[in-house]
């Protein structure tokens, strides 16, 4: 009696060690899945902020440009008022 009550106990032991084996098993899968899509997840990330400087960077230079053209009309808009006025006096 006390024979088949340990066999059982470790038949029991033996498909509950199995169960979480299993378990652990397929915890490690979903969490080696997870770790794949965070690693996959921050490159796109670091190809976006790559991205994004790029991008700042060509904002920096259209603004600059726009810096200067703006200066360059204003430099113009000043000319051509010396000119009209010149213009009325000559007239």
């Known amino acids: 009696m006390m024979n088949s009550k340990a066999k059982e106990l470790n038949r029991l032991y033996g498909t509950t060690k199995l169960l979480f084996i299993k ?28 991205e994004l400087d790029s991008l700042i960077k060509r904002q920096n230079i259209l603004l600059a440009l726009i810096t200067q053209l703006a200066a360059e009309v204003d430099t113009n808009l000043n000319t ?10 000559i007239e």
């Open 23 to 50: 378990e652990l098993s397929s915890q490690m899968q979903d969490n080696n899945f997870l770790i794949g899509e965070i690693s996959r997840r921050h490159s796109d990330f670091n190809i976006m902020r790559s």
């Open 80 to 89: 051509a008022v010396v000119l009209l006025h010149d213009l009325e006096r």
